[in-house]
C-alpha cells in the first residue's frame, strides 16, 4: 500500500533559524495536504497542494510539491517560538476512495 | 475551532474490554473518517464513512468497527481491547479541501 514517509523525525532549532520537513511518497498522489499539531492539540489543516511543482507560500511558511507528484516539503523562514509543534503531510492517491495517509510527522522544537 | 467534538476526552480500560468512541460536527459534513494515532506517530487511517455506509478501511482488524447516524454523529468500537491499543483516537470531518479533526479520545490500556 501506499506509504509517506517524513524527514528529519525531529528538529531543534535556535528562534530566528530556518527549518524544513521533507515528505517523500512511495506513489504518484493525486494532492497532498499539511497540518500543524501543537503538543496536547490535534492536528490543523495548513494547505493543500495539487499540481505538478505548484509552491505556495503563508507568510513565512513555503509549500513545494514536487514534478512528479511524490515529494513535497515545508520551509519555515526565521522561526519563532509559536511555530512549535509537528508539522504532518498527508497524501492521497489517483485511485478512487484512496484515503489521506499521513507522513510520521517532523516534530520542531525552537529554542528562544 | 472546528466544531467538532469528542467523547470522552480520556479513557482507562483493562485489556480484554470493550470500548465505544463518539464523535460529532456541527457542520453538517457527511463524511467522517477514524485515525489511531500512537505516541510520536503520525494518525493511521481506520476507516472512514459517508452516509452511514463504510466508504474504506485501512489496515485494522475487524474488532475495530464503527458506525455513523443519520445526523452525521459517528462511533468507533473496539472490542478485545490491547494493551497496543493505547493511543489517541481522532475523528476528522471532511470538508471541501481538507479534514476537521476533533480533539481526540485518549484511550489507554492496562
Known amino acids: 500500500g501506499q506509504q509517506v514517509m517524513q524527514i528529519p523525525q525531529y528538529q531543534h532549532v535556535q528562534e530566528g533559524e530556518d527549518f524544513t520537513t521533507y515528505c517523500n511518497s512511495s506513489?504518484?498522489?493525486?494532492?497532498i495536504q499539511w497540518y500543524k499539531q501543537r503538543p496536547g492539540g490535534h492536528p490543523v489543516f495548513l494547505i493543500q497542494l495539487v499540481k505538478s511543482g505548484e509552491v505556495k507560500k503563508q507568510k513565512r511558511l513555503t509549500f513545494q510539491f514536487g514534478e512528479a507528484k511524490k515529494n513535497s516539503s515545508l520551509h519555515i523562514t526565521a522561526t519563532q517560538t509559536t511555530d512549535v509543534g509537528t508539522y504532518f503531510c498527508?497524501?492521497?492517491?489517483?485511485?478512487?476512495?484512496?484515503?489521506?495517509?499521513f507522513g510520521g510527522g517532523t516534530r520542531l522544537m525552537v529554542k528562544p | 475551532e472546528t466544531g467538532v467534538t469528542q467523547s470522552p476526552t480520556h479513557l482507562i480500560k483493562t485489556r480484554g474490554q470493550q470500548v465505544t468512541l463518539r464523535c460529532s460536527s456541527q457542520?453538517?459534513?457527511?463524511?467522517v473518517s477514524w485515525y489511531q494515532q500512537a505516541l510520536g506517530q503520525g494518525p493511521q487511517f481506520i476507516f472512514q464513512?459517508?452516509?452511514?455506509?463504510?466508504?474504506g478501511r485501512g489496515n485494522f482488524p475487524p474488532r475495530f468497527s464503527g458506525l455513523q447516524f443519520p445526523n452525521y454523529s459517528s462511533e468507533l468500537n473496539v472490542n478485545a481491547l490491547e494493551l497496543d491499543d493505547s493511543a489517541l483516537y481522532l475523528c476528522?470531518?471532511?470538508?471541501?479541501?481538507?479534514?476537521?479533526f476533533g480533539p481526540g479520545t485518549r484511550l489507554t490500556v492496562t
Open positions: 464513512y459517508y452516509r452511514e455506509e463504510e466508504n
Open positions: 476528522a470531518y471532511e470538508g471541501w479541501r481538507e479534514q476537521y
Open positions: 457542520s453538517g459534513h457527511n463524511t
Open positions: 506513489t504518484t498522489l493525486s494532492n
Open positions: 498527508a497524501g492521497r492517491g489517483n485511485n478512487a476512495g484512496n484515503m489521506l495517509t
